[in-house]
């Protein structure tokens, strides 16, 4: 029998109750734009509030905007509030993510939260990709339907990196883990990191493959970012240590943090949260990957209800209450930057 949305959204509501419980809320300080963050491309674009602490990142047809963290990182814990923008926002990509791209041209690391936006009435979905020493070859991603929409109000995106674990979270919920293992050898993010927040025409893949682009019409496209959250190890540029040196205290102290740690509730959380919302796997990806991965770890039901595309063949008939409120509400777009990174392109052909 389907369960309904209403009972979707109430198992949802209750397992972040008990997560934040088990996680006590992460207990970490936000902080004003301006203390860590620098913008990175379209400043006209970029909106501070009054009081510094919330950002608003536009995409219309002259750019797109975005920011940058002003000091690099090595494992922690980065996290924003982000609410997506609304109405028709096909082709449009809001991304929160880590990366090293510009220092390590060819083997760079890589951690993304890539939000894509669709047609009317149709819901965003939200893309995690791990990716290091320049593995976009061998690219981890899944994609995700959300059981909110993220148009109406702001929710919390995060990502933990630690030596041993990286995690995803929605809210704080955990969505994915990924765990260090010998089989990912040197694809395991290992080099420190900088942390950037976009919003930019990824018209060639985000929607349907490509299919639907972005509209101007509907321009600009806003999303906002608050709580903002820098957790970790703040590399010294001027000491010769390697990261690893530097930062052997507190990264005893980030692999302890509730964040960090799976609790057996967390794990309950993010099982029930996968098996209702994700909708590709590269781990069921047999076209694209026809020799499976060796850190996967299948599930021969999942197996069945991915096939052979990773793509989730049949949608779930229960599906979020979401973009109610999405009609015109015109909103101008950015694009982002002119040396966009490469992405691997997802086909969507699976799926409704």
Same mark, same amino acid.
């Given at each position: 029998? #389907?369960?309904?949305?209403?009972?979707?959204?109430?198992?949802?509501?209750?397992?972040?109750?008990?997560?934040?419980?088990?996680?006590?809320?992460?207990?970490?300080?936000?902080?004003?734009?301006?203390?860590?963050?620098?913008?990175? $491309?379209?400043?006209?674009?970029?909106? @501070?509030?009054?009081?510094?602490?919330?950002?608003?990142?536009?995409?219309?047809?002259?750019?797109?905007?975005?920011?940058?963290?002003?000091?690099?990182?090595?494992?922690?814990?980065?996290?924003?509030?982000?609410?997506?923008?609304? #109405?028709?926002?096909?082709?449009?990509?809001?991304?929160?993510?880590?990366?090293?791209?510009?220092?390590?041209?060819?083997?760079?690391?890589?951690?993304?939260?890539?939000?894509?936006?669709?047609?009317?009435?149709?819901? *965003?979905?939200?893309?995690?990709?791990?990716?290091?020493?320049?593995?976009?070859?061998?690219?981890?991603?899944?994609?995700?339907?959300?059981?909110?929409?993220?148009?109406?109000? #702001?929710?919390?995106?995060?990502?933990?990196?630690?030596?041993?674990?990286?995690?995803?979270?929605?809210?704080?919920?955990?969505?994915?883990?990924?765990?260090?293992?010998?089989?990912?050898?040197?694809?395991?993010?290992?080099?420190?990191?900088?942390?950037?927040?976009?919003? *930019?025409?990824?018209?060639?893949?985000?929607?349907?493959?490509?299919?639907?682009?972005?509209?101007?019409?509907?321009?600009?496209?806003?999303?906002?970012?608050?709580?903002?959250?820098?957790?970790?190890?703040?590399?010294?540029?001027?000491?010769?240590?390697?990261?690893?040196?530097?930062?052997?205290?507190?990264?005893?102290?980030?692999?302890?943090?509730?964040?960090?740690?799976?609790?057996?509730?967390?794990?309950?959380?993010?099982?029930?949260?996968? @098996?209702?919302?994700?909708?590709?796997? $590269?781990?069921?990806?047999?076209?694209?990957?026809?020799?499976?991965?060796?850190?996967?770890?299948?599930?021969?039901?999942?197996?069945?209800?991915?096939?052979?595309?990773?793509?989730?063949? @049949?949608?779930?008939?229960?599906?979020?209450?979401?973009?109610?409120?999405?009609?015109?509400?015109?909103?101008?777009?950015?694009? +982002?930057?002119?040396?966009?990174?490469? +992405?691997?392109?997802?086909?969507?052909?699976?799926?409704?």
């Amino acid at each position: 029998m #389907a369960i309904s949305t209403l009972m979707l959204t109430s198992l949802f509501s209750f397992a972040v109750a008990t997560a934040i419980a088990d996680a006590a809320t992460f207990n970490v300080t936000e902080m004003a734009f301006d203390d860590e963050y620098l913008p990175l $491309f379209g400043e006209r674009n970029l909106l @501070r509030s009054a009081d510094g602490r919330t950002v608003k990142i536009l995409l219309n047809q002259h750019s797109g905007s975005g920011f940058i963290s002003s000091n690099l990182y090595y494992h922690g814990l980065f996290s924003a509030s982000i609410k997506l923008p609304s #109405a028709y926002t096909a082709g449009v990509v809001v991304a929160f993510y880590m990366s090293n791209g510009d220092i390590f041209e060819k083997n760079h690391d890589e951690l993304d939260l890539e939000f894509l936006g669709n047609l009317w009435g149709r819901e *965003w979905k939200v893309q995690t990709n791990v990716y290091g020493n320049g593995s976009t070859s061998r690219g981890r991603e899944e994609r995700y339907r959300l059981p909110f929409d993220p148009t109406a109000e #702001a929710h919390r995106y995060s990502i933990v990196w630690t030596n041993t674990t990286i995690i995803f979270y929605v809210d704080e919920i955990p969505i994915r883990e990924v765990v260090r293992s010998p089989a990912m050898g040197g694809d395991y993010p290992s080099k420190p990191m900088l942390i950037y927040a976009t919003i *930019w025409d990824g018209s060639n893949w985000a929607t349907s493959g490509g299919k639907h682009k972005v509209d101007y019409k509907y321009a600009p496209f806003a999303s906002d970012f608050s709580e903002l959250i820098l957790k970790g190890c703040r590399l010294d540029p001027i000491q010769e240590l390697p990261a690893h040196a530097q930062c052997h205290e507190q990264e005893l102290d980030i692999a302890v943090a509730d964040y960090s740690v799976m609790t057996e509730q967390k794990q309950k959380a993010m099982m029930q949260f996968r @098996r209702e919302y994700m909708i590709y796997s $590269f781990c069921y990806d047999e076209l694209r990957y026809p020799s499976t991965f060796p850190d996967c770890k299948i599930v021969e039901e999942e197996k069945e209800k991915f096939g052979r595309t990773g793509h989730v063949m @049949r949608r779930p008939s229960s599906k979020p209450e979401v973009m109610k409120a999405a009609l015109p509400v015109r909103k101008r777009r950015p694009k +982002r930057r002119n040396q966009a990174r490469s +992405r691997i392109i997802i086909s969507e052909t699976a799926e409704i």
